[in-house]
Each structure stands twice: as structure tokens, then as C-alpha cells.
Antibody
Framework: QVQLVESGGGVVQPGGSLRLSCVAS????????MHWVRQAPGKGLEWVAF????????YYADSVKGRFTISRDTSKNTLFLQMNSLSSADTALYYC?????????????WGQGTLVTVSS | SELTQDPAVSVALGQTVRITCQGD??????GSWYQQKPGQAPVLVIY???NRPSGIPDRFSGSSSGNTASLTITGAQAEDEADYYC?????????????FGGGTKLTVL
């Protein structure tokens, strides 16, 4: 079955950087678009970034554009999120999610998330 | 583009409840619905207007008209108590953006 396992979260100072990873299994990783979604403590879901199934296109929320980069390593079935210039507004639980067979716009499977805390 | 949901809705056990989501992006994108229980990751419950993933009970159904998408739970159960989020894709030129609604907290009485 589909499994997504995020890692790389932690405590980072404002202005710092962090790289999140999401190891995928149970499906052909290179055939699906992948998303990052975050959830600040006690708040709702916020879409962060998307990478097309073939890696040719990526899209970002305005709140992270120019600071975050989504990428992948298909040889390791791993999705990444490089986060730079972090601020307290980026504190959240970060989920990776797999696009659905029906279309990448539907987030069919989610990991359990990795927590990023930006604090001095 | 934004998606607007009522913050909270309640339903008596066994009754029917409809949760709505409004936004301009829903005119061109069917959207999807996610259930999130405390301490758990979200789960897709409805996609493509009316489709249910395998394993989702058939008491969950979806509909859409104009700029409004709806999630209906027919015969709500105690285990349906959760936060529900709508989501849709918004396109502007060659840029894509996905938006979540603010979420609706469903209480089953």
C-alpha cells in the first residue's frame, strides 16, 4: 500500500534553512504529481507546493515563492522541500501528499507530517 | 482565490448534514474534500465532485453547482466528528495554485 514518510523537521532560527524529505513507497513514484501541504498549530491546511509527475513543472503558494523549492530524486523515491529564509510564519506540520490516479489535483494519500518550528 | 466554509456545524446522530464551500475557483474545478481527525493526517473523502475513494463509506457524497461545492453525510455517525476541508485548483495563465477552505468542524451530537 502507499506509504509516505516525512522527515527533516526540527527547530530552526529565523532566517535559517531546512530541507524536508518524503520517502515514498507502494506506488510508481515517477508517475505521480506530489504536493507539500502545511498546517500551523491549531490552524487549517495550507497548500505549499506541487511538482508535476515528470518533474517538468513546479508551482508554489505566494507565501513561499522564492524561498521554498520542491524537487525529487526518483532513484530514491524521495520528494524534497528546501526551505530558506524561514520565519515564524513558517512554523507548521508539513505533509507530503500524492496525487490521485484521477488527477494530480486530488491529494489521494498523505504522510504523517514533520514538524518545523522557527524560533530564536 | 479563496474558498469559504462555515467554521462549525453540528448534526444529531443518524441525521443528515451538508457542509458547503464557496469560491470562484469551483466554477472551473470540481474540487475535493478531506476529513481530518485530531492528531491525524487528512484523508480524501470526495474528489471530482462526486467520487469516493475506496474505503470511504457511501454515506459520504458530494455535489457541486456554480461556485459552491457541498459534502453531505447521510446518517452521520459518531466517528464522522472531525474537521472537513474543501480544496480546489485555481489556474491563472500558466500558473497553478491549490487552495484549501478554512475548514468546518463537525460535531455529532
Amino acid at each position: 500500500q502507499v506509504q509516505l514518510v516525512e522527515s527533516g523537521g526540527g527547530v530552526v532560527q529565523p532566517g535559517g534553512s531546512l530541507r524536508l524529505s518524503c520517502v515514498a513507497s507502494g506506488f510508481t513514484f515517477s508517475s505521480y504529481g506530489m504536493h507539500w501541504v502545511r498546517q500551523a498549530p491549531g490552524k487549517g491546511l495550507e497548500w505549499v507546493a506541487f511538482l508535476r509527475y515528470d518533474g517538468s513543472k513546479n508551482y508554489y503558494a505566494d507565501s513561499v515563492k522564492g524561498r521554498f523549492t520542491i524537487s525529487r530524486d526518483t532513484s530514491k523515491n524521495t520528494l524534497f522541500l528546501q526551505m530558506n529564509s524561514l520565519s515564524s510564519a513558517d512554523t507548521a506540520l508539513y505533509y507530503c501528499a500524492k496525487g490521485h490516479d484521477y488527477g494530480d489535483s486530488y491529494l489521494a494519500s498523505w504522510g504523517q507530517g514533520t514538524l518545523v518550528t522557527v524560533s530564536s | 482565490s479563496e474558498l469559504t466554509q462555515d467554521p462549525a456545524v453540528s448534526v444529531a446522530l443518524g441525521q443528515t448534514v451538508r457542509i458547503t464551500c464557496q469560491g470562484d475557483s469551483l466554477r472551473s474545478s470540481f474540487g475535493s474534500w478531506y476529513q481530518q481527525k485530531p492528531g491525524q493526517a487528512p484523508v480524501l473523502v470526495i474528489y471530482g465532485k462526486t467520487n469516493r475513494p475506496s474505503g470511504i463509506p457511501d454515506r459520504f457524497s458530494g455535489s457541486s453547482s456554480g461556485n459552491t461545492a457541498s459534502l453531505t453525510i447521510t446518517g452521520a455517525q459518531a466517528e464522522d466528528e472531525a474537521d472537513y476541508y474543501c480544496n480546489s485548483r485555481d489556474s491563472s495563465g500558466d500558473h497553478l495554485n491549490w487552495v484549501f477552505g478554512g475548514g468546518t468542524k463537525l460535531t455529532v451530537l
